[in-house]
């Protein structure tokens, strides 16, 4: 199994000043399998879903190669499920309900393909799940996970000790200064790097992304779209490109990270462009590669310096 991923899989309503969608498959399992789909041929999810969850979309999550032997179906209960609406800068938004359902019985068990897994992603979940998967896993080639200000406001200790077992974090900016304590972010950088991890992640919405090592920094810009339909999960499926193109690769070298943090970006910009999943699920490689190479150009240019 070349990718496991751990999170959640469930139903948004989803309100923005622009339209509105109900009961729609959202999750960061969901978000971060499918994209990570375009770069893989086989991966495994670990998550729960109630028998309220389409067996249609399960069918199509297995055509796109994601083994679902770690996916738990709980006869008579319900998915999870979250609702929210975004403000008219559709940058922020404020939760309107959540409904744990199954989550509260996510237990997750490992099986002999799954623990021999190159690579994990540990999406946003209670960090003491986070962590039965990384006492499961054996010897990972690289450990990614995501968290949120929720489990820093309630459970900051787990948290800090999930996050020393891992290679790479990614959280948005203010995330890194809440975690930090750090008002800037290379400071936030210095200190969250201290906790554990060899290199950061600060995804920072329409304004792009920055990628932190030691001693290094790289900054990735957003690209401009015509029109921002839902935002929800975009952060997760720049999760699945980043890891999905790093696995694919092989190559977990600071330049080839630019690199992920390039094609997290393009696929993040396509799960804009529609409410839910479903932008995710008609992707076609032409589309992945144009976008790509708009990114590309987007930060590639020549300078002259002026003399005297």
Known sequence: MKLVTVGTVAFDNIETPFG????????????????????????????????????????????????????EVLKGKESFFWSGRYHYDMNTRDTLETRLNVLLDLDPKLNEEYRSAEYVMLGNLDPVVQAKVLDQVESPALVVMDTMNFWM???????????????????????????????????????????????????????GALLFNKNR????????????????GAGDTFAGGFIGYLARSGDHSFNNMKRAIIV?????????????????????????????????????????????
């Open 217 to 232: 920094v790289f900054f990735a810009p957003a690209l401009p779209l015509d029109e921002v339909v839902d935002p929800t």
């Open 20 to 71: 509105r969608a109900d009961k729609v498959v959202g999750g960061a399992a969901t978000y971060i399998s499918l994209t990570a789909s375009y770069f893989l041929e086989k991966q495994g999810i670990v998550s729960v879903v109630g028998e309220d969850f389409p067996t249609t979309m399960l069918e199509t999550m297995r055509k796109k190669g994601i083994d679902q032997a770690g996916l």
């Open 264 to 308: 997290g970006s393009a696929m993040a910009s396509f799960c804009c462009e529609k409410f839910g999943v479903e932008r995710m699920l008609e992707l076609k490689q032409e589309e992945i590669d144009l976008r790509i190479q708009q990114f590309v150009d987007l930060v590639d240019f020549d300078i002259k310096l002026v003399e005297g």
């Open 153 to 207: 406001d309630s459970a900051m200790e787990k948290l800090k000790e999930v996050i020393k077992r891992v290679d790479i974090l990614t959280i948005n900016d203010s995330e890194a200064r809440q975690l930090s304590g750090e008002h800037s972010l290379v400071k936030a950088a210095h200190v969250i790097m201290e906790m554990g991890p060899k290199h950061l992640v600060v995804k920072k919405g329409e304004h």
